[in-house]
Structures are given as structure tokens and as C-alpha cells.
């Protein structure tokens, strides 16, 4: 079946170690989304590709960034991991750009000691 | 700006009990609205959505209405099933036409169906 992966599901780090999160689609969709979910809260858009276009959100924190190697890969890289860190990360994918995000991966649970 | 608000959870019911979580949004411009649900272990997955006022959006026995004067879209089931536990967001998007804007959630309300 055709899906999104993400890898590893939960994910402990130490405070300020740099972390890694894939995600993986084998949808061959253009754009993919990366979310925060922490807990009891809404999932906030971090940013997202259209393509190999990168659109960060206005108020992603710079220690977030992304790297999307090829269509059907996409990465999460925390810089420097705080606290305030710890949350479930979601990806996502749409077909293309104005789409709703239409599959999303079952999330990366991070654990910031 | 936009934003979604949803009833707090966890809610608790017996099966076939009838179900309503509340939605309520504000937003400019003419937003569409969704419900998405994320079972245990699972991803998000889209269940329903409304595009204009007073459309009624329907899947898998929910069922939800498109209230402008009230700015509320609240699910509803008839009948509850264990395997409707979950996590339900309500979500809305402004749609410009021949696109969407970026998806703006509510912070999810947890469901438990006991037999």
C-alpha cells in the first residue's frame, strides 16, 4: 500500500545533541509537511516542499531545519534539541501545491532529556 | 487570524451511544472545513469535509454541518463502535479558489468507546 513512513517512532535525545527524523513516501507526491504536536495541542505547521522549493513557516524556530535529498524522502533536523523540544513530529504529503496534506506518517515521538 | 477551538476531551462513551464533539472557528476569508481523525498508532486521515455554508459533510456514519451564523462545524454519530476510538481534529483552510492555504488545526479531542 502506498504510505508515508516515519522513522524511528520514538526518539530520545539529549539536551542540545543534534537529532535526525525521516520520513519516507512511497506516494511519489510533490509536496511534504513536517508538524509539531505537543501534547494536547494542535499540530503546527513547521514547514514544508513543494518539490525542492523549501517554505519555512514564519515562526519556526531556526534550530528547525529540513532537507529533502530526492522526491521520496524528507528530513527533520533538530540543531541543538531544548526541552521545549519534546513533541510528536509529523509528516505529511499532497499530490501537489494548494492540496491538502491528504497522508500523514503515524509521527516521531521526541523525549528531550 | 484563524483559528479552530474544540471541546476538551477525553470523552467517554458506551457503544452505541450518540456522539457530538464541538467545533467552533474563526477565520477571514471563506475557509472550508474538515475533520480529521488519527486512530491508535496511526497517522491523520481526512474523514469529512464541508466547502461552503450549510453544506454537510458525511463519511463512515459522522456527519458534520457547515454553520456560518454560528461559525461551528460539530461532528455527530449515531451510534458509536469500540473501532471509533480515536483522536478527532477539527481543521479548517481558507480556499482561494484553485488552492488552499496551509491547514490550521484544533488541538484534537480523544474518543474511548467502551462495549
Known amino acids: 500500500d502506498a504510505m508515508v513512513i516515519q522513522n524511528p517512532r520514538y526518539q530520545v535525545t539529549q539536551f542540545g545533541k543534534p537529532v535526525t527524523l525521516s520520513c519516507s513516501q512511497t506516494?511519489?507526491?510533490?509536496?511534504m509537511y513536517w508538524y509539531q504536536q505537543k501534547s494536547s495541542q494542535a499540530p503546527k505547521l513547521l514547514f514544508h516542499?513543494?518539490?525542492?522549493?523549501?517554505?519555512n513557516e514564519a515562526d519556526t524556530p531556526d534550530n528547525f531545519q529540513s532537507r529533502r535529498p530526492n522526491t521520496s524522502f524528507c528530513f527533520l533536523d533538530i540543531r541543538s534539541p531544548g526541552l521545549g523540544d519534546a513533541a510528536m513530529y509529523l509528516c505529511?504529503?499532497?499530490?501537489?501545491?494548494?492540496?491538502?496534506?491528504?497522508?500523514f506518517g503515524p509521527g516521531t515521538r521526541l523525549t528531550v532529556l | 487570524g484563524n483559528s479552530v477551538t474544540q471541546m476538551e476531551g477525553p470523552v467517554t462513551l458506551s457503544e452505541e451511544a450518540f456522539l457530538t464533539i464541538n467545533c467552533t472557528y474563526t477565520?477571514?476569508?471563506?475557509?472550508?472545513l474538515f475533520w480529521y481523525v488519527q486512530y491508535p498508532g496511526e497517522g491523520l486521515q481526512l474523514l469529512l469535509k464541508?466547502?461552503?455554508?450549510?453544506d454537510k459533510g458525511s463519511n463512515k456514519g459522522f456527519e458534520a454541518t457547515y454553520r456560518k451564523e454560528t461559525t461551528s462545524f460539530h461532528l455527530e454519530k449515531g451510534s458509536v463502535q469500540v473501532s471509533d476510538s480515536a483522536v478527532y481534529f477539527c481543521?479548517?483552510?481558507?480556499?482561494?479558489?484553485?488552492?488552499?492555504?496551509?491547514?490550521?488545526f484544533g488541538p484534537g479531542t480523544s474518543l474511548s468507546v467502551i462495549p
Open positions: 505529511a504529503t499532497s499530490p501537489r501545491q494548494g492540496r491538502l496534506p491528504d497522508h
Open positions: 506516494l511519489n507526491h510533490n509536496v
Open positions: 516542499y513543494y518539490d525542492k522549493d523549501f517554505n
Open positions: 477565520a477571514t476569508g471563506y475557509p472550508s
Open positions: 464541508a466547502t461552503k455554508a450549510d
Open positions: 481543521a479548517l483552510s481558507v480556499d482561494w479558489g484553485t488552492s488552499y492555504d496551509k491547514v490550521i
